[in-house]
DNA sequence: CTTTCGATGTCAGTTGCTGACATCGACCAC
DNA sequence: GTGGTCGATGTCAGCAACTGACATCGAAAG
């Protein structure tokens, strides 16, 4: 994974072979395609731990709270995860915002987010539409405040920018 | 485009090549490779044109209109624009639903028509993050509804299925 | 010491995709 | 009409992503 991030940065997405990354690692490249679906997977690997951190906080919610709220929590929890790997989150956004292969890959991860959360929530008794539309809107939150935090140079923490983003929904609903 | 959906609904995506893709067409691979970009690509042709619709909307919105309510309008006639489609929309979705590689692609489109709207809204002066958060609220909506609408057989309008959408998510908001 | 098993290497093959060059037919200038 | 330009297509060679089949090897288990 250090490997395929080192060499995206250096010279591209399109201008590194999977070959190259897996001689980098110090392995074959048919050993690479052994733990990673393709050449986009590396940089995705964190992706299934953060649904469990998203469905857990939906779950162990108080059990009347708004739908609404107990997701923003949950993508808040979520967020504060990404803290801690600030620098390696840095790097890795700005590959993927430079390669829309990669940013297809990101926008299924956040898709599947999105599933798991509406799937949540329906085992709470939410109905549809709303469900997925407030997994939809948590996600966005999540997404946008990411953005955001990369984008000012990290110094305020994730968490308070994904807040920032639903709160900015919220108004725009009530008007 | 007739040819690709027909081969990927057959033998799905995985199991038909582009090569047979020209053969039904009358036409070489490389002549397919210079009319699409890729692979998936052939099932996405009218993505553009959704995005005129639905900026051209939200830049003819009455100029103090609240955002949230522009850009559901906006998505609500762009979603009006796929009712005539009905019969390629509903095979179409079929397919990309099995494929992740397509499902890929079509939250690409997606995500740009998202980017399209949160421009048009900054240009009217909606600041960020509610600029961001109103476009993914609208182009969830759409989201939403166009499933709901394939999944209960087109009886309803899908502009129908998206202000349901959005209604939802708005009544979860006021929560 | 032997056996078993998971991880890795090796190799051959398919398919998506690209660049370079040739061809062909429609339209235009003269 | 002749010649020329141009856009669309065909042909061909080649790279890189990915896969299946089989071999190897080292560590743990018995």
Same sequence: chains 1, 2.
Wanted: hydrophobic letters at 50%.
């Amino acid at each position: 994974m250090r490997a395929a991030l080192d060499l995206y940065s250096e010279r591209g997405f399109d201008g590194t072979t999977t070959a190259e990354i897996a001689a980098r690692a110090g392995v074959t490249e048919r050993t690479y395609f052994r733990h990673f679906a393709d050449k986009r997977e590396v940089l995705f690997d964190g992706s299934h731990l953060l649904e469990e951190v998203l469905v857990g906080a939906i779950e162990d919610a108080p059990e009347n709270a708004a739908p609404l709220g107990v997701v923003d929590a949950g993508v808040a929890t979520m967020a504060a995860v990404l803290e801690d790997r600030r620098e390696f989150a840095g790097r890795r956004a700005v590959v993927v915002d430079a390669t829309p292969h990669l940013q297809e890959r990101e926008l299924l991860k956040l898709a599947s987010l999105r599933d798991a959360a509406a799937g949540a929530l329906r085992r709470r008794g939410v109905a549809e539409p709303a469900a997925s539309m407030v997994a939809e809107a948590g996600v966005a939150a999540f997404r946008v405040g990411f953005e955001a935090w990369i984008a000012t140079g990290q110094d305020r923490p994730v968490a308070d920018h994904v807040r920032e983003a639903s709160a900015a929904l919220r108004e725009q609903a009530a008007r």
